[in-house]
């Protein structure tokens, strides 16, 4: 199973990486990012990839390309990562791109898909954390409402919520689908009327949103001046976190009056929202909600 990657072309020109480059791949998958990023290295590039799938890791491991580290982990560890590799501070650019992958949604046993029968797991590392089997069988109905509506922006979360709650036990994708398709109400949407509450239970599941907060600051950290950050997101909460965390740390703290800024900025914006193509969305139907952003690392300027 393969996974098309999406806005490669603007990742490479917004990274620029250079010959003797070393990036950061925060979400590996089956690689198309690195492997473009790589294309344009020399010999002494580099990539470390990380990904928390197991499947992934295994993928990328099979390459067997000199350049190219595969590191299994969460990226809310980025800090760590390249501290040990000697790389902080000095990261010439660090991707996310967000999500799952098509691997990994279109594997009925690994529990992510509305249309194939699988278990309730949705885990993308399923040697981490619990199954949503497991949380939604204990879950009390205003928790699992707070989620899909947090989480999924769903309106109709609270009915979603009771819904799931009077018909546990619940054992697989397609009977938790059936269950919210009959809840929700909104079955002349162009997407599938369970698509908003599986995603909100995804980002439950795998911590996304707190993933994403943990790791910005720190690909911050571990990026030289004028290396670069590329972020990929998928749906508005995302996005969110991501432009919040760009516009922050882009923006000087002025201090009280009469006195210097509390905090210099450490990022320029370089590309506020870049959105494919139609001729790639016609391509790649999957990539029609992605926005891309990135930033560029200031040099430090002491206070
Ligand atoms: C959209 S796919 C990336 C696809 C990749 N750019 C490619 O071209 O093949 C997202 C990947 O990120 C991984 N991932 C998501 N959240 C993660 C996290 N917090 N830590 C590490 N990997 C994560 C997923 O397991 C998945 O393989």
């Keep these: 199973m393969n996974h098309e990657p999406v806005l490669v072309e603007a990742v490479l020109e917004g990274l620029a990486p250079g010959r003797a480059a070393s990036v950061v791949d925060c979400t590996f998958g089956r690689g198309g990012h690195t492997g473009a990023i790589l294309s344009r290295m020399g010999p002494t590039g580099r990539v470390v990839a990380i990904d928390r799938d197991p499947d992934a890791v295994r993928a990328g491991r099979r390459l ?5 580290e595969v590191v299994h982990s969460r990226f809310d560890a980025l800090r760590g990562i390249c501290g040990e590799r000697d790389l902080t501070g000095r990261v010439d650019g660090v991707l996310f791109d967000l999500g799952v992958s098509s691997p990994q949604l279109e594997d009925p046993a690994r529990g992510f898909s509305i249309r194939a029968r699988g278990p309730l797991d949705m885990r993308m590392d399923p040697g981490e954390g619990e199954p949503l089997g497991a949380w939604l069988a204990r879950v009390s109905e205003r ?12 309106r109709h979360a609270r009915r979603i919520a009771g819904a799931i709650v009077r018909a546990r036990p619940l054992e697989t994708t397609t009977d938790l689908a059936a269950v919210v398709e ?4 909104a079955r002349d949407a162009p997407i599938h009327p369970a698509t908003r509450t599986f995603q909100a239970l995804r980002i439950h599941v795998n911590r996304e ?12 950290d571990v990026l030289r001046p004028g290396g670069r950050l590329a972020v990929i ?23 009280p009056r009469g006195l ?16 494919p193509s139609p001729d790639e969305v016609a391509a790649n139907p999957r990539c029609r909600s992605a926005v891309l952003r990135i930033a560029e ?5 002491g206070l």
């Design 143 to 154: 928790e699992l409402a707070g989620v899909i509506a947090r989480f999924g922006e769903e």
């Design 182 to 185: 009959r809840a929700a109400l």
């Design 260 to 275: 210097p800024s509390m905090r210099r900025p450490r990022l320029r914006i370089v590309s506020d929202r870049v959105r």
């Design 209 to 220: 949103i707190e993933c994403l907060e943990a790791a910005l600051p720190a690909a911050v």
């Design 233 to 255: 997101s998928f749906h508005s909460l995302e996005d969110r976190v991501a432009k919040r965390f760009l516009r922050t740390e882009s923006r000087e703290v002025p201090g």
């Design 297 to 301: 690392r200031l040099p430090e300027c």
């Design 64 to 68: 067997r390309d000199p350049r190219l």
